[in-house]
Every structure is written in C-alpha cells, then in structure tokens.
C-alpha cells in the first residue's frame, strides 16, 4: 500500500470540521502557549479583574486569591479539553456528537455561537473605547469597524496564521504587561489606596473566582479546534495539556491580578485610569498594542465560530464540507451580528458583560461535565470518529436522550442559585446573593451523567472504538 504523500501546505486553511490525517500533524505544542497566552492578554481581562472591587466589593487581598483561585481550577477543566484535540483530531464541538448525537449536540452548538458573539462584541468595545481615547479624532463606532475588520483578515487566513499572529502578540503582551505592572508596583498613591481596602463578603469572594472559573471554561467548546493539528501521541497530549494550561492560566491571571489593583486605586474607569497611572505617551502605546492584541483573540473568536456554523449546517447535509471562499463568508456574516451588538451595548457596557458572564457559566458548565466524563471516564478517549460526520449520527445516532436530559436537568438545579441583574433565586437570595450555580451545575452534571453511563453500560457494551483520521470529502475551490 502506498502511502499518500502530504498535502502542501497551503497560505489559506483549506480544512473547516473534518478530521486532521496524522501526516497533517504539523503542529507544536509550544506554540499552544503564546497562542493563549496573547489570546488573554487584553484590555477586556484586565477590565474582568476590575470586577472584584467594583462589582462584587472585594479589597485587595481577597480579590487577588479569588481570581488565582477561579483562574487556576477553571484552566485545568479547559485544558482537559484541548488534550481531545490531538487524540481525535476533530474540532471540539463535533466531539461533542459521541455525548449528545449529532443533532442533540446542535443545541450547544448554538449556544456557542452566541457565546462567540459575545466575546467579541466585549472585545470590540474595550478596544474601541481604549483607542478612541488615544486618537479622538476617530469614533468609538468607527475604531468598532477598524478592529473587526483586522480580526476578519486574520480568522480568513486561518489556523496557520492565527498561530503566527499569536507568536508575535504574545511578545507584545509580556511587554506590555511589563510596563503596566512596573508603573503600577512603583506609584505609592496607587499601592497605598489599593492596600489601604480589605473588604470581603462571601459572595463576592465567591462571585469573583466563579468569575475566573468561567474566563477559562468559556475557552472549552473551542479549545480542541486549535490543538487538532498537534501530534497524537501520548506526550504529544501530555505536552498540549500542560502548554495550553500555563498559557491561558497565566494570560488571564496576570491582567487579572493587576485589573484587581487598578480597580481599587482608580477612581474612573481602568481604560482611563492607564493614563493617570503611566502618563500619556506610555499609555497610548499601551492601549494601541492592546487594540492589536484583540485582534489576535478575535480572529480566534470568528474562526471559531465559522467552525461552528460548519458543524450545525453538516448535521444535515453531511456530504457538505465548504472551501475557503464559503468559509470566508461563513466568517463574515457573524462579524456583521458582533459588531452591531458592539454598537448597541457599548455605553452599558460593565453591567451588560457581567450578566454575559453569569448567563454563559450557566449554560457551559453542565455541557463541560458531561463532556469530560464521557471522554475521560465512560470511554476512556475511545470514539468512531467516522460517526462523527455520518448522516444519522452513526453508532451515537441523532439524539443522546440521556446526555440532553441530564443537561436540562442539571441547568435546572441551577436556577435557584442563580444571581443576576434580571433574576436571583432563592437560595442566592437566602445566601446574600451569592451564587453557587456553577458548582451546582458541574457537580449535579457530573453525577448526573456518571450515573447514566453506567445504567447504559449495563445493557451493553460502550460502543466506540478510535479510528484513525480519514480524509473526508472535502473542498478546495
């Protein structure tokens, strides 16, 4: 048998969802770090570490474990997730067809959309805002259009040169990072009224690393699109794992940790507080090199949701795989969605992020309990990945009753625990307001689904069995 020679690479990605052959294997696990790591390292994480002082009350100290806690639980659950990457060579989202069915797993996928939405409507806003205030001369709305446009040309190109992207940003960020920290550490005015707070409530303590958990978590439904180029050995995952963990870990945390003394030192808003705190030249090279960072993340945030889009069309044309023009307008039509809700949203900005971040632990956690313990407990990495793209879904069919009724049930445990601006439910009320949903809805969905997957192993075998990456159909034109 010959073996096929591999296929050239090519400036525009030619691939959308179908799975990585080995001899495509080109990817490096390193690289899997400055990706994430720049990935997070932005005007909008900074301004989530703002959070801790200025929506959940918290002083220094206490805001500072909270968001080393959030940060350092929630990325190991999002890195368990991109080790899938290398073992099936699927994007995340058509993984999820082994839990869900390939039409139950639909529902998530929309729910992603969204989610990408609203990424990167935040991150066009914070950009936006951040660069008006360095060159006025230039609307919000028009800096809006500048930013999505650049994250456009980026996410078209593809999986190489967003790697690329991420190679260069990362040392941007580190130095950008640098100066923000150093001018910070070395202002007394600004320690002193930081140290001088204390404050603490349990549910701001809670509210705040719930928040840290979900900055990592909401990487999970995509995380796998961007290590499923990497190699598939046992080392290869081991390396993807811990290089995507230190990467996103430390990419949040750290604008976290320094957003947690902004907010405290800083009587207006962080975005401005930059220019009291490093003066005007150095902080309009500091916001102009943030703006270009967001375009790294948002390319990602659009890439992402072409990919997505690929997912719930194939569920029923499954003979259907785009090439690079419709991917192109795959990409561009969400932009146009993105960036009107960026429009729309951007003078109530704060309160509208924080809901965004209550709402989508809500509806992501459940999904990445189940997802992790059918991966990691029920079948042991082990899937027809021909099933994957098959017209009924293959041996896991249309539908996964289980895996979607113990999803409702677990997003329904939460609802009593939950604490937003619109609704906060009895048990949040009784509590203070604090929300403990998300630890509801990950344990209640990891019970949950371990309970089912036995039930089901009882009646026979767990059917599955890894087969190596065929080429799919594909198209090129």
């Known amino acids: ?51 801790a002082p200025v929506v959940f009350g918290l002083g220094l100290w206490p805001g500072l474990a909270a968001v080393l806690l959030g940060n350092l639980a929630g990325g190991f659950l999002m890195a368990l997730h991109a080790a899938q990457g290398p073992k099936l060579g699927v994007p995340q989202l058509i993984q999820s067809r082994g839990q869900f069915g390939s039409h139950g797993a639909l529902l998530v996928t929309v729910l992603v959309v969204f989610m990408y939405a609203g990424w990167f409507a935040s991150n066009l806003v914070i950009a936006g805002q951040a660069l008006h205030r360095v ?113 996103c870990v430390l990419g949040s945390a750290l604008p976290m940790l320094l957003g947690v003394v902004m907010g405290l030192a800083v009587a207006d808003d962080t975005i401005s507080g930059l ?36 997912t719930a069309v194939q569920t029923f044309r499954h003979r259907w795989l785009p090439g690079r023009a419709a991917r192109a307008l795959l990409i561009a039509a969400p932009l146009a969605v993105s960036l009107t809700m960026a429009l729309a949203f951007q003078d109530t900005f704060l309160a509208s992020y924080t809901d965004f971040l209550s709402v989508l632990q809500y509806v992501l956690i459940p999904w990445t309990a189940i997802n992790l313990v059918d991966f990691y407990l029920v079948r042991r990495g082990a899937y027809d990945v021909a099933s994957f793209f098959a017209p009924a879904g293959g041996i896991y069919g249309r539908y996964q009753a289980s895996a979607l009724l113990v ?37 209640s969905a990891t019970i949950g689904y371990g309970v089912v997957a036995r039930l089901r192993a009882r009646r026979g075998p767990c059917p599955g069995a890894v087969k190596a990456p065929q080429e799919t159909r594909r198209s090129h034109h």
Do not use: K
């Not at 500048?146 to 941007?172: E, N, P, S």
């Not at 703006?291 to 992402?304: P, Q």
């Open 1 to 51: 048998m010959h073996r096929r020679p591999p296929t050239p690479a090519r400036f525009v990605e030619g691939r959308t969802i179908e799975a990585v052959p080995e001899d495509e294997r080109r990817g490096r696990p390193r690289d899997l770090f400055a990706l994430w790591f720049a990935a997070n390292i932005s005007p909008l994480t900074l301004v989530s570490g703002t959070l």
């Open 135 to 247: 060159v006025p001369a230039l609307s919000v709305p028009a800096w809006l259009v500048v930013c999505a446009v650049a994250g456009l040309v980026v996410a078209t190109v593809g999986y190489d040169l967003i790697h690329r992207v991420g190679r260069w940003a990362t040392v941007l960020a580190l130095l950008l990072l640098a100066l923000c920290a150093v001018r910070v550490l070395t202002t007394p005015d600004v320690l002193r009224r930081a140290a001088a707070q204390d404050a603490c409530t349990l549910a701001g303590f809670v509210g705040m690393a719930a928040t840290g958990v979900l900055l990592q978590i909401a990487y999970a439904p995509y995380v796998s699109d961007y290590t499923r180029y990497m190699p598939s050995d046992a080392a290869g995952r081991r390396a993807t794992l811990w290089c995507t963990y230190w990467g």
């Open 275 to 310: 220019a009291a705190v490093l003066g005007p030249a150095p902080s309009a090279v500091v916001l102009f090199g943030f703006a270009a960072v967001v375009v790294h993340i948002n390319s990602m945030n659009l890439y992402g949701t072409a990919l997505c889009l690929v």
């Open 407 to 443: 999803y409702a049930a677990s997003f329904a445990l939460q609802v009593p625990f939950m604490h937003t601006s619109a609704y906060t439910g009895p048990v949040a009320r009784a509590l203070g307001g604090t929300d403990l949903a998300w630890a509801v809805g990950l344990v």
